[in-house]
């Protein structure tokens, strides 16, 4: 069940390499019976022979490769913009100061006290935020 001829043709045809060539494996005698470029332009109108679609070479080794500190060129802030290093950081934040009062572990004065120490640039993360709470004994007790 050789078409390795009409494959060719079909490849020189549709401007493709030889490899990129589909031809369907139930219609291989109606491939093989088509000996004119003429028939093989029939076949491919009829979807029996199909152009694969290219391979790209992938590059997520080569990505995750490059990710290393040794890698790394420039400080952090030209690396990322400082502003947009702010917004996260005060989401964040804030976030986490909603659900501390939320869960009634800070009363609304101690969330405003911390609210306006985090938009005064006091924590640098929200681990930061949490020693704070806890060196200072802000966390109100839950009722067990």
Known sequence: MKTDVQRRIAASLLGVGY????????????VQSAI????IRALVKDGVIRVKPARGTSRSR???RRRGVGSVKGSLKSRMDEGQMWVARIRALRREL?????????TRSTYRYLYRLAKGG??????????????????RRLPV
């Not at 004119?36 to 028939?39: F, I, L, M, P, S």
Request: charged share 40%; proline share 2%.
């Open 19 to 30: 490899h990129r060539v589909w031809i369907d494996p139930e219609k291989t005698e109606d």
């Open 36 to 39: 004119t470029r003429g028939d």
């Open 62 to 64: 080569v990505e995750k």
């Open 98 to 106: 909603r659900m501390l009062k939320e869960r009634r572990i800070i």
């Open 122 to 139: 006091v924590f640098r993360s929200v681990r930061d935020l949490r020693n704070y709470i806890h060196s200072h004994g802000l966390a």
